[in-house]
């Protein structure tokens, strides 16, 4: 079975600087996807960014970018320039490429604090 | 678009009673999913269904149970309820089966057992 480990409980950072997540999972498969979704208070959960497991490039959107080390099985997310809106909790999740019965693994969360 | 819809956002129950959360998927999304989020547990899987038939379910007993209309819309059913269900039930859509579709989510239905 698949798992998804998030060792930060909680992490802070302030306005404009740079700080990283890590996220580490557990896999027999070659072929899967991992992301990164933002919950905020609202609790409405975001898709933040996805990386296809096949994809050596990656993935970035915008101030949100990844580290993924596929041999290592880690998946971290560096936000750049952080803004006081991605004060969240995040979770990293898996998901396997089959075709059928793809539910999101995820893994605990890390609770992210901006400070001004 | 609108986005995912869930009703009602919060529901107060007691132990013993049954309990029926909806969810309406994007529209021309046809697979939903269902999770349930706990402090303890964290977010787990419940079940997804694509064109009205479960595809796959997680590791919950028999007291939680699903069903999808022709037109997409999802149902989630819990019978019995114990202290324990108390959760944020998350309902998630997407344009189709597959891992590489991408999951949006809905703001969730806050249950409370008393």
């Known amino acids: ?116 | 678009k609108a986005g995912v819809t869930q009703t009602p956002r919060y529901l107060i129950k007691t132990r013993g009673q049954q309990v029926t959360l909806s969810c309406s998927p994007i529209s021309g999304h046809r697979s939903v999913s269902w999770y349930q989020q706990t402090p303890g547990q964290g977010l787990q899987f419940l079940f997804e269904y694509f064109s009205e038939t479960q595809r796959n379910k997680g590791n919950f007993p028999g007291r939680f149970s699903g069903r999808q209309f022709s037109n997409s819309r999802s149902e989630m059913n819990v019978s019995t309820l114990e202290l324990g269900d108390s959760a944020l039930y998350l309902c998630a859509s997407s344009p189709g089966q597959g891992g590489n579709q991408p999951q949006h989510f809905g703001d969730g239905t806050r249950l409370s057992i008393l």
């Open chain 1, 1 to 116: 079975a698949q798992t998804v480990t998030q060792s930060q409980p909680e992490m802070s950072v302030q306005e404009a600087e740079t700080v990283t997540l890590s996220c580490t999972y557990d896999t027999s498969e070659s072929d899967y996807y991992l992301f990164w979704y933002k919950q905020p208070p609202s609790r409405q959960m975001i898709l933040v960014i996805r990386q296809e497991a096949y994809k050596q490039q990656n993935a970035t959107e915008n101030r949100f970018s990844v580290n993924f080390q596929k041999a290592a099985k880690s998946f971290s997310l560096k936000i750049s320039d952080s803004q006081l809106g991605d004060a969240a909790m995040y979770f990293c999740a898996y998901r396997s490429a089959l075709w059928t019965g793809t539910a999101l693994i995820f893994g605990k969360g890390t609770t992210l604090s901006v400070s001004s």
